[in-house]
């Protein structure tokens, strides 16, 4: 029911079960290559948990996804000084 894309269905999305304050904080950390080859992305220090949902069927606004929870490292792209935007950029395989 959470920001799952305007006037259709968002094929994923992932929530981080974190505060906003403890993920902005990671944008102060060691700056790394993205996926995209720009260098404002960020690596969590810790896992945290987090709600991977994936597009299963249906026609907006009826969204109808699976759900997976992970705890892992999470990488984001921060933009902006001071911040502004920041987006998920993945995640990679936690230490459990
Ligand atoms: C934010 O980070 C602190 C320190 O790691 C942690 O104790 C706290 O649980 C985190 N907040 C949330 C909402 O997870
Ligand atoms: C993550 O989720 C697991 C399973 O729900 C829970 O046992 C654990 O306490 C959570 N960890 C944190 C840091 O919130």
């Known amino acids: 029911r ?4 305007f006037g259709h269905c968002k094929p994923q999305n992932t929530f981080l079960h974190d505060s906003f304050q403890n993920v902005t904080a990671v944008c102060e950390l060691l700056s790394i290559t993205c996926k995209n080859g720009l260098h404002n992305c960020h690596q969590s220090l810790k896992p945290v948990n987090m709600t ?3 597009l299963t069927s249906g026609n907006y606004p009826q969204c ?3 759900t997976a929870a ?7 792209a ?3 000084n001071p911040t502004i935007t920041i987006s ?8 459990t």
């Not at 998920?88 to 230490?95: P, T």
Request: include cysteine; aromatic fraction near 18%.
């Open 70 to 76: 992970k705890y892992k490292f999470f990488i984001i």
């Open 52 to 54: 991977d949902c994936r």
């Open 78 to 80: 921060c933009e902006g």
């Open 2 to 5: 959470k920001n799952m894309g």
């Open 64 to 66: 109808r996804y699976s």
């Open 88 to 95: 998920f950029s993945g995640d990679i395989k936690g230490s």
